[in-house]
Structure formats: structure tokens, C-alpha cells
């Protein structure tokens, strides 16, 4: 028996939030399959006392229940725990980490209310998924709270070298309270075998026959679900008017020179400004390509309360007025970078206009930039892909050409040689990373799931 679906994520595609993109949709799509279901997440809204409830709405047949944070919480869970201390660690910067125990009280408080409510959310033929690093202690909370049924959950960021997570304050208790999850999905194989692991290494894990680890007096499943995008839906954006319209207005603006681009949210972990050295080294070095390229990076701001993210926006300020004002000319510059965002249309105009796509993170869960850009290109005329060997789409596509991000010189010859690749070796690197693109679809990633989760019920 097939029961709802109940999703808990920190933000919902509730009506009125913008529906960032394939996940979103992805996510709507897996309720509305299933007949119905649960979205449950933070409202958006800081409140100033503690809430009870939950607002709940039905729309598609699906019903949101969306809770408000305080300001407290918001701080100390949100900005606290979860965005100085869980995503700088999980992304290999125990450097930028703070680790606050009030954060982690806010963390852990947040993770109790929301858990207690979802739990009242429930019924027991249902299956709960869970959704990323904001969220590591929810099951365990909704068992606390009687939910015994199937949980699974996705971790969209990597799970990093036991010996990284292992410098949380906090890692035992965030690792038993894992073990509440029946299924764990993670992004690659890397990210799975580390988790295994620590299970294994740190707390006596014993992996199983069937695969499976017995841990905590539980048994529970870590699993490779690589996330993907629709490539179909995304080729036909690509050509859309909009797209073009976007392309053309930038292919005039940069008088039809090759388009190096970049899409990014503003984080540290997207390794923007060693691009933006690597980008000033191809020009130092190569005095023939002065003029003949440029350099597109946009860059939407996110988490901007958070200090790390501020220091980065006065870095790249400062990489691109040097480079610029070394390099520029009457009529040319060679970087343009926009700390704003644009309509997934306008990206998917310029990602096929673009000659090369720069996705350089120093460490990635996944990044659907990448995906996105293949799937944009003209398979006639497609464009090059440098890719991140620490982006978990490398892992899928081995005939972008990978670079080691934290390389400058590397970087920049992999751009020379992306700028020069002729047409041919462009076509066969393109044609293998489409094909890998489609094999794990947005689509394929939710049934592949799901269906694993549906599989860890005791009568399954
Ligand atoms: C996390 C993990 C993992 C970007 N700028 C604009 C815009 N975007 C869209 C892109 C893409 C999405 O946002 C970004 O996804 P990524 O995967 O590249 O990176 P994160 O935001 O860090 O996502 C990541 C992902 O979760 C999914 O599991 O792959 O590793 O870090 O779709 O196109 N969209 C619009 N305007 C912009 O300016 N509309």
C-alpha cells in the first residue's frame, strides 16, 4: 500500500515563494503522484513570540504546513548552526566554522517544534521525506513525538571526510540522531562512503550483508542518489524567445566575442574568485586573447547576514577592479560580474550562447549549474564545460575537462584550451556528458528514492 507523502524542507514552493527551480517542481511533482501529501517548512516569516502552530493551506491537492521562526531561533538555528557551523564544515571550511552551543540549542529546539508538528501531520501509511543539513535531528524529533513509519532523507550538500565532521562539537549526537532516518540519500559515492565511514570508524557501525549498517541499535540504508535536472525542459527554455532575446542582448553587448560565463549563488564554497585569478592568469599569459574573450559572472547574493558571505563580495569587488583596470580597453572589459539574479530563462539563453562555462567550486554536493549548461548547449555547436573535480557532477562527468579549483595555473590553462577546443573534440565531450545528464534525470531522482523508501517498510 502506497500511503502520502509528506515532505519536510527548510523552504516550500508554497504559492507565492518563487519556485527557484527543478527541485521545487521535482518535489510537487513526487506529492501530486502520490495523489496528495504534506509540504512542510519554514514560512519565510520572523515572528516575535514563539509559535504554536502551523499555517496550513491546500492548493494542487497538496497541503502546506509552513511555520514561523523568531527572531531568536532565526539567528541561532538558521544563520547559527545550520549556516556557520553545518555548511561551512560539510563544505571543507572548518576555518570559517563557529561553534556557538547556543547556536546548537537553537539548532536542536527548532528541530524538537518543528518535529513535534510535523508528527501531528502524519498518518501511518504515510512515508516522511526529510530534506538537508537544517534538518539532521527531525526524525529522530518525530519519533520522540510516536512517528515510527518509514523516514528517508537527502543531504543536497557533500557529507564531508569523517575526520571533518568529526571536528562538529556536536557530531556524535547529530550522527545518532541520523541513524533515526531509515534511508539516507546522498549525492555521490563519495559522499555515501564517507558517511559509512565514520558510521563504521567512529561509532561501531557494522555493515551488513545486504549492504545495509547496523548502528545505535538500528539499521539503516546509505544510498547514492545523484540529483539531476529535466534536460528536455531546460533544451526547450534554451530556445525560447526569452533565452534569445537574453542572447542576443548580450552577444551585442560583448560584440560576439567568445562568452566565457558563470552562475553562482554568492558563496564561498563556489570557489568565485580563484575563477576570477584564473580568468586574470589566461590574460597575464596570453597577450593574444586580450580582447577576445569575456567574462560573464553572475552572482546572486545569498545569506548575506552571515560575515563570511560579506568578506567574499569585498573580495570579488576587489578581483574585478584590479583585473579590470589592468586589462580593460575603450571598448572592451573583461569581466562583467552581477551580483543579482535573473529569470531561469535568461540563464538558459546565455548558457547556450556561451562558449565555456566556468563551474569551479572547491567543494559542491552536486551543482545543476553544470547540468543546466550541457543541456542548454547546440549539439551542432556546443559549448566547453571546466568542472570542479570536488563538484558532484564531476563524479557523472568525467568528459567535462575537470580541474583542481584551488589550481590557478590549471584553471587558467584548462580556459585556454576550453577557449581553443576545436569543434570536433567540443562535440564528443558534449554528446557524453548529455547522455550521462539523461540517465539521472530530476525525475529518475524522485522514483529512485522514493521507491528505496517505500522498500524499508517492515511489511515491504
Ligand atoms: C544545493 C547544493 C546541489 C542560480 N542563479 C540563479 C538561479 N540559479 C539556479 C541555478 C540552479 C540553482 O539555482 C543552483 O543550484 P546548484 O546545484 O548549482 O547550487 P546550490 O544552490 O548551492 O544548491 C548543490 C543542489 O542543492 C541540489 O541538490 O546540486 O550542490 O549546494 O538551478 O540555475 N536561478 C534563477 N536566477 C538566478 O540568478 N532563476
Same mark, same amino acid.
Given at each position: 500500500?502506497?500511503?502520502?507523502?509528506?515532505?519536510?524542507?527548510?523552504?516550500?514552493?508554497?504559492?507565492?515563494?518563487?519556485?527557484?527551480?527543478?527541485?521545487?517542481?521535482?518535489?510537487?511533482?513526487?506529492?501530486?503522484?502520490?495523489? %496528495?501529501?504534506?509540504?512542510?517548512?519554514?514560512?519565510?516569516?520572523?515572528?516575535? #513570540? =514563539?509559535?504554536?502552530?502551523?499555517?496550513?493551506?491546500?492548493?494542487?491537492?497538496?497541503?502546506?504546513?509552513?511555520?514561523?521562526?523568531?527572531?531568536?531561533?532565526? @539567528?541561532?538555528?538558521?544563520?547559527?548552526?545550520? *549556516?556557520?557551523?553545518?555548511?561551512?564544515?560539510? +563544505?571543507?571550511?572548518?576555518?570559517?566554522?563557529?561553534?556557538? =552551543? $547556543?547556536?546548537?540549542?537553537?539548532?536542536?529546539?527548532?528541530?524538537?517544534?518543528?518535529?513535534?508538528?510535523?508528527?501531528?501531520?502524519?498518518?501511518?501509511?504515510?512515508?516522511?521525506?526529510?530534506?538537508?543539513? /537544517?534538518?539532521?535531528?527531525?526524525?529522530?524529533?518525530? #519519533?520522540?513525538?510516536?512517528?515510527?513509519?518509514?523516514?528517508?532523507?537527502?543531504? /543536497?550538500?557533500?557529507?564531508?571526510?569523517?575526520?571533518?565532521?568529526?571536528?562538529?562539537?556536536? +557530531?556524535?549526537?547529530?550522527?545518532?540522531?541520523?541513524?533515526?532516518? @531509515?534511508?539516507?540519500?546522498?549525492?555521490?559515492?563519495?559522499?555515501?562512503?564517507?558517511?559509512?565511514? &565514520?558510521?563504521?570508524?567512529?561509532?561501531?557501525?557494522?555493515?551488513?550483508?545486504?549492504?545495509?549498517?547496523?548502528?545505535?541499535?538500528?539499521?539503516?540504508?546509505?544510498?547514492?542518489?545523484?540529483?539531476?535536472?529535466?534536460?528536455?525542459?531546460?533544451?526547450?527554455?534554451?530556445? %525560447?524567445?526569452?533565452? #534569445?532575446?537574453?542572447?542576443?542582448?548580450?552577444?551585442?553587448?560583448?560584440?560576439?566575442?567568445?562568452?566565457?560565463?558563470?552562475?553562482?549563488?554568492?558563496?564561498?564554497?563556489? %570557489?568565485?574568485?580563484?575563477?576570477?585569478?584564473?580568468? %586574470?592568469?589566461?590574460?597575464?599569459? *596570453?597577450?593574444? !586573447?586580450?580582447?577576445?574573450?569575456?567574462?560573464?559572472?553572475? $552572482?546572486?547574493?545569498?545569506?548575506?547576514?552571515?560575515?563570511? &558571505?560579506?568578506?567574499?563580495?569585498?573580495?570579488?569587488?576587489?578581483?574585478?577592479?584590479?583585473? *579590470?583596470?589592468? &586589462?580593460?580597453?575603450?571598448?572592451?572589459?573583461?569581466?562583467?560580474? !552581477?551580483?543579482?539574479? &535573473?529569470?531561469?530563462?535568461?540563464?538558459?539563453?546565455?548558457?547556450?550562447?556561451?562558449?565555456?562555462?566556468?563551474?569551479?567550486?572547491? /567543494?559542491?554536493?552536486?551543482?545543476?549549474?553544470?547540468?543546466?549548461?550541457?543541456?542548454?548547449?547546440?549539439?551542432?555547436?556546443?559549448?566547453? !564545460?571546466?568542472?570542479?573535480?570536488?563538484?558532484?557532477?564531476?563524479?557523472?562527468?568525467?568528459?567535462?575537462?575537470?580541474?583542481?579549483?584551488?589550481?590557478?595555473?590549471?584553471? $587558467?590553462?584548462?580556459? +585556454?584550451?576550453?577557449?581553443?577546443?576545436?569543434?570536433?573534440?567540443?562535440?564528443?565531450?558534449?554528446?557524453?556528458?548529455?547522455?550521462?545528464?539523461?540517465?539521472?534525470?530530476?525525475?529518475?531522482?524522485? /522514483? $529512485?528514492?522514493?521507491?528505496?523508501?517505500?522498500?524499508?517498510?517492515?511489511?515491504?
Amino acid at each position: 500500500m502506497t500511503g502520502r507523502l509528506i515532505i519536510a524542507s527548510n523552504r516550500t514552493a508554497a504559492p507565492g515563494e518563487a519556485r527557484a527551480g527543478g527541485l521545487a517542481v521535482a518535489l510537487a511533482d513526487a506529492l501530486s503522484e502520490r495523489g %496528495g501529501g504534506v509540504w512542510f517548512g519554514w514560512s519565510g516569516d520572523i515572528v516575535e #513570540r =514563539e509559535p504554536r502552530g502551523a499555517h496550513v493551506f491546500t492548493e494542487d491537492g497538496v497541503e502546506f504546513a509552513l511555520a514561523d521562526l523568531t527572531q531568536a531561533e532565526y @539567528d541561532g538555528y538558521y544563520l547559527g548552526y545550520a *549556516n556557520r557551523a553545518l555548511w561551512p564544515v560539510f +563544505h571543507y571550511r572548518i576555518d570559517l566554522a563557529q561553534f556557538e =552551543e $547556543a547556536d546548537f540549542a537553537a539548532y536542536e529546539a527548532v528541530n524538537r517544534r518543528f518535529g513535534r508538528l510535523l508528527a501531528q501531520f502524519t498518518r501511518p501509511e504515510d512515508v516522511v521525506w526529510i530534506h538537508d543539513y /537544517h534538518f539532521l535531528l527531525l526524525g529522530q524529533e518525530m #519519533r520522540a513525538s510516536g512517528w515510527s513509519g518509514p523516514i528517508g532523507f537527502f543531504l /543536497h550538500i557533500p557529507f564531508p571526510a569523517p575526520e571533518v565532521f568529526s571536528s562538529l562539537p556536536q +557530531h556524535q549526537r547529530l550522527a545518532r540522531a541520523m541513524a533515526a532516518f @531509515d534511508l539516507l540519500g546522498f549525492q555521490t559515492d563519495r559522499d555515501t562512503a564517507n558517511f559509512r565511514r &565514520y558510521l563504521i570508524d567512529t561509532h561501531g557501525g557494522e555493515l551488513l550483508e545486504d549492504g545495509r549498517i547496523a548502528v545505535f541499535d538500528r539499521v539503516l540504508t546509505a544510498k547514492t542518489f545523484s540529483i539531476g535536472i529535466d534536460p528536455d525542459d531546460f533544451a526547450a527554455l534554451a530556445l %525560447g524567445d526569452e533565452a #534569445r532575446a537574453a542572447a542576443e542582448r548580450v552577444g551585442g553587448i560583448i560584440d560576439n566575442r567568445a562568452l566565457v560565463l558563470g552562475v553562482d549563488r554568492m558563496d564561498y564554497s563556489k %570557489g568565485l574568485p580563484q575563477r576570477m585569478e584564473a580568468f %586574470g592568469r589566461v590574460l597575464d599569459d *596570453n597577450p593574444d !586573447l586580450r580582447g577576445r574573450s569575456s567574462f560573464l559572472q553572475i $552572482a546572486p547574493p545569498s545569506r548575506e547576514a552571515v560575515d563570511a &558571505y560579506q568578506a567574499l563580495r569585498v573580495e570579488l569587488d576587489r578581483l574585478t577592479g584590479r583585473i *579590470n583596470a589592468d &586589462y580593460a580597453d575603450l571598448d572592451w572589459v573583461p569581466i562583467r560580474y !552581477l551580483a543579482r539574479g &535573473y529569470p531561469r530563462e535568461t540563464l538558459a539563453g546565455l548558457y547556450r550562447l556561451a562558449r565555456v562555462a566556468l563551474v569551479t567550486p572547491l /567543494h559542491d554536493g552536486m551543482n545543476l549549474v553544470a547540468k543546466e549548461f550541457v543541456a542548454a548547449q547546440d549539439p551542432e555547436d556546443p559549448g566547453v !564545460l571546466v568542472l570542479s573535480e570536488f563538484a558532484g557532477a564531476a563524479e557523472q562527468m568525467p568528459t567535462s575537462l575537470l580541474v583542481n579549483p584551488h589550481d590557478i595555473a590549471g584553471l $587558467a590553462e584548462a580556459i +585556454h584550451r576550453a577557449l581553443l577546443m576545436p569543434l570536433e573534440e567540443r562535440r564528443e565531450r558534449w554528446q557524453a556528458m548529455d547522455a550521462s545528464i539523461r540517465e539521472t534525470t530530476i525525475a529518475w531522482w524522485r /522514483h $529512485a528514492f522514493l521507491e528505496a523508501l517505500d522498500t524499508t517498510r517492515p511489511d515491504a
